[in-house]
Structures are given as C-alpha cells and as structure tokens.
C-alpha cells in the first residue's frame, strides 16, 4: 500500500483476475481499512470490500503487518444478504451470503501468529459451517481458503527442476519464527476436500525453491466437484 508503483502494478493485476472471478480472497494488504477500501474501490467498482486490518493490543489498526480482504462481485451482491465475521483482525475473515433459501460461505485466512485460542476459534465456525452444509446439501456451500503456511502431507519442495524428499510436519511449516499449528488445523480441515491445484504458490528467493502452501477446502456434496 506504502508504494505508488507496487499499487499500480497490482491493481492492474488485480482488475485483470476479477474479469473471470466472483469471489476474491487477498491476504497481506498492509494498509489501514479506509484507505484499502479506497484503493479496492477503484479498482473493483461495485464490488463488495470486506477488509479486516490486523491490530495492536490497544486496539489500533497496523498498517505494517498483515491484513486480509474478501471481494463479492456485484452480480452475486445484487441479489444477496452479505454478512461478515472477523475471527481473527486481520488474519481471518468469513463471509455468509444469503441468496434466495440458498447460503455461500467464504473463509480466508492467513496462518501466521496464530494461537491456539484463536485457532479453537476458527475450528468453531468451520465446524458449526460443515455441519450445516450436512444438513441441507442442496442449499450450503462453503470454502475454506488462504496462505495456511503449511504444506500437504507426502508434499516436497521443488527447486531447479527437481524434487526434495518428502518433509516432516515441522519442515511443511512455513512460517518464520511461529507454528503453523497444522495438527490443530487438519482436526476440523480433515472432514473437508481440499481442492488441489499443481502449481507451487511461493517462492523462496533464498533457497531458489518452490511450495504450495497456499491452500484450498470445500463442504459440499461430492456430485458438485465434477
């Protein structure tokens, strides 16, 4: 947010993505709320911001750390009832659209910093989403999506056209300083299907190597997966 350029190169980018998009989901926007709003507001005209901002412990936004977003496309918007849940500022945020008897749920979340508390929290809400989805299937549908700073099990690095052994759970975590929790993750994400798509998502310019620690799950009846 801090740099013109960065801003406008993304923002280019980030109207490009939106012409085949309904949802977005953006983690580490580092910008306070009202001028992320702003920005995104330009950029996606019509469309339906939600940003949480991380914050200090007196309660401060801080621009400098973090920040997570969803983005609804106004075809969606037009005819639903949005309403936002903040589990964790700026770390984890979940939409519920209501639209005609029929709800989407929206999760992003950027594993970082993360206690137990909090992810006792998030496994909560996805619990009490997935057991809805159970219960009427044909009218719920949720994902669960975002930088979950781990990596799959059985999953290896890739650097220079070749592969690492596989990792421990320890070495799957990628987060600098700080568990990534990801037994305490996979305890609700297990009863969800994750939806793998082959390319790595991050780059590692110190060790020229590639992970796919971006991640995403779905609650839904197996028939919508075709």
Not at 61 to 72: D, E, F, N, V, Y
Not at 77 to 95: F, K, Y
Not at 197 to 219: E, L, M, Y
Request: aromatic share 8%; charged share 20%.
């Amino acid at each position: 947010m801090a740099n013109p350029g960065d801003r406008t190169r993304k923002g280019e980018y980030l109207r490009t993505l939106s012409k085949n998009a309904h949802v977005l989901c953006l983690q580490e926007m580092h910008g306070f709320e009202a001028e992320v709003n702003l920005l995104l507001a330009r950029i996606l005209p019509r469309w339906k911001i939600i940003h949480s901002a991380c914050v200090s412990s007196d309660g401060l936004q801080l621009r400098s750390s973090g920040g997570i977003l969803i983005a609804i496309c106004p075809e969606i918007m037009a005819g639903s009832l949005c309403i936002d849940t903040v589990l964790v500022p700026g770390r984890c945020l979940s939409v519920s659209l209501f639209c005609s008897g029929r709800i989407l749920s929206v999760t992003n979340i950027h594993n970082f910093g993360l206690d137990s508390r909090s992810i006792r929290d998030i496994n909560n809400l996805a619990a009490s989403v997935r057991a809805r989805v159970a219960e009427e299937p044909t009218r719920n549908f949720a994902c669960f999506v975002g930088d979950a700073s781990f990596g799959a099990p059985c999953e290896s690095k890739f650097k220079c056209g070749r592969q690492f052994g596989a990792l421990t759970p320890t070495q799957r975590s990628y987060v600098p300083n700080a568990p990534a929790h990801e037994r305490l993750f996979m305890v609700f994400l297990g009863d969800w299907t994750e939806i793998v798509q082959p390319h790595p998502t991050r780059f590692d310019h110190k060790g020229n190597s590639c992970t796919r620690i971006d991640r995403g799950w779905v609650a839904c009846p197996s028939s919508l997966l075709c």
